[in-house]
């Protein structure tokens, strides 16, 4: 009996990552009192659009990096491409991208090629691509942490250009995507607009560099999970079959985002996070990362869960078992976890576990702590760990794509919060079943931070663990990967070399043999 409802309280225990769909970056909002913003695209205004200079022919320039051994030519395109209306095919709105492929190739069935975007929706892409895959990196101290501006870049000894060629393609409102007129931007937004986007982006980025023949993969964080997974079922649908699907800090359904769920989710987090920071007992504390984790899971699924569907009918017996089992595990006072009725949220988890330091925790990283304004709040002011790198991203691409790429755009690169309107629900779970029934050749890699709030990975499993697909698919095409990370698990040093690893054998896996 115990097991049905666990199963009954679990199944819309995914919900609650959906607010990881706005994990990434803060946008630039007016000052206050201003008459003018000079920082936010505006879809509603009825001025015409500042005119923007599409080059005629992507620039191009050519580069070397020397990835384990091997040094790859590749040359680095930076373009736009226009994207459509498919009954009058007026152009929309053009989408940004940089194209890194490798020189030489003559073989295009044995070269993989990867389209990659990040989340928001309204990150750009410069996440992913000088965080995690492209060959030049956001040069950081080892643990993720800034490093005193100016900030500048390195050659990235993780660049996914030894498994195949990457597309770094910034949503339209975001980086120097752009749609024709504001009015335009409406039909962008949304999850069903933004995957026909992308679909055409794909379908006409194919055409441009003759890229039929080529293995297709697929990979995006945070939100561009829900993008990914949607696109498993969306370019299969339209007749574009792809090799793999890239899931990292996942969260690919909204619905129903409340209550109970949301404790359930984030508690595993929670323990990770108190180990991390030492605040355990001993015999606790002596535990690996793995086996932390462990714990963590077999508490909140089983007495933790128990205990919440129970609710006014647990016994004191059980509720006094369950109040000393979650101040042992996270790290709390009893006392503080009773005032919250045995459900510790977010905010006041991380203002109270290093309050005697009167440091907070972080939502995107919680391995970092920040000094807290208000040693009496219960809700941090700030994330911490996004402040801590969010400017450096774009000092750094902005001098790379000029210095090294020779692109030049006196628009603004938008980092993140100029995505058009968006409905605020979404579930591509289905695109991915839907996928993986009509080609189950598809792979599917998710990659977890251990110390992500924004997307925390006790959920990703059990929606993985759910997917409607076959034993034969779930035993041999999915694989998932744990860092010792948060939510950018790539901005550590270890974990985004373990990450590395983990995706070449993944594209291995993923190739016709």
């Not at 005629?56 to 070397?64: A, R, V, W």
């Not at 995006?220 to 574009?240: N, P, Q, V």
């Not at 203002?351 to 040693?375: C, I, K, N, P, V």
Request: hydrophobic residues 40%.
């Amino acid at each position: 009996m115990r097991v049905h409802l666990r199963l009954s309280i679990f199944l819309i225990l995914i919900a609650a990552t959906a607010a990881g769909a706005y994990a990434q970056g803060r946008g630039r909002g007016a000052a206050t009192g201003a008459t003018n913003d000079f920082y936010r695209f505006n879809y509603n205004s009825e001025e015409g659009m500042q005119q923007i200079r599409y080059p005629e022919q992507p620039i191009t320039t050519q580069h070397q990096i020397t990835l384990h051994g091997e040094t790859i030519a590749y040359t680095a395109h930076a373009g736009f491409i226009p994207i459509r209306q498919a009954t009058s095919g007026a152009t929309r709105g053009h989408l940004f991208y940089i194209y890194y492929s490798k020189n030489g190739v003559t073989d295009r069935s044995k070269r993989p090629v990867w389209f990659l975007f990040n989340g928001g929706p309204g990150a750009a892409t410069v996440w992913l691509h000088m965080g995690a895959f492209g060959p030049k990196m956001v040069k950081m101290a080892p643990n993720g942490l800034a490093t005193p501006p100016p900030y500048t870049y390195v050659d990235n000894p993780n660049c996914l250009l030894d498994t195949g060629d990457l597309v770094f393609i910034d949503a339209m409102g975001t980086g120097f995507s752009r749609p024709d007129q504001p009015q335009f931007g409406p039909e962008f937004g949304g999850v069903e607009n933004d995957l026909a986007a992308f679909g055409e982006f794909i379908r006409s980025f194919l055409n441009e560099y003759n890229l039929w023949g080529s293995p297709l993969f697929v990979g995006g964080e945070s939100y561009g999970t829900t993008r990914a997974a949607g696109l498993a079922g969306y370019l299969t649908d339209h007749d574009i079959p792809i090799n793999g699907v890239m899931l990292l800090s996942a969260v690919i359904d909204s619905n129903a985002a409340a209550g109970e769920q949301r404790q359930l989710s984030t508690l595993p987090t929670e323990i990770m996070t108190a180990h991390f920071h030492k605040k355990l007992p001993p015999d606790l504390q002596k535990l690996t990362v793995d086996q932390i984790a462990k714990q963590a899971r077999d508490f909140a699924s089983g007495e933790y869960l128990e205990y919440l569907f129970d609710g006014a009918r647990a016994t004191q017996a059980q509720r006094d078992k369950v109040l000393a089992d979650m101040a042992r595990f996270t790290g709390l006072s009893k006392s503080y976890i009773d005032g919250l009725d045995l459900r510790v949220p977010l905010g006041p988890f991380s203002t109270e576990l290093l309050r005697d330091q009167h440091l907070m925790t972080s939502r995107l990283d919680s391995r970092f702590a920040g000094y807290q304004l208000d040693g009496g709040a219960t809700n941090t002011s700030f994330d911490y760990s996004n402040a801590n790198i969010e400017d450096c991203f774009l000092t750094a691409f902005e001098s790379y794509v000029r210095n090294d790429l020779n692109y030049k755009n006196d628009n603004l690169y938008y980092v993140a919060g100029n995505a058009p309107p968006w409905s605020g629900e979404y579930n591509t779970v289905v695109n991915l079943e839907d996928g993986f029934a009509k080609n189950p050749h598809m792979h599917l890699f998710v990659g977890m931070g251990y110390y992500d709030f924004a997307c925390p990975f006790y959920p990703v499993e059990w929606t993985i663990a759910h997917l409607k697909a076959s034993d034969e698919i779930k035993k041999n095409n999915i694989s998932l990967g744990y860092y010792e990370s948060g939510h950018m698990v790539y901005i550590d040093q270890p974990a985004a070399a373990k990450y590395h690893a983990d995706l070449v054998k993944f594209v291995q896996a993923s190739l016709p043999k």
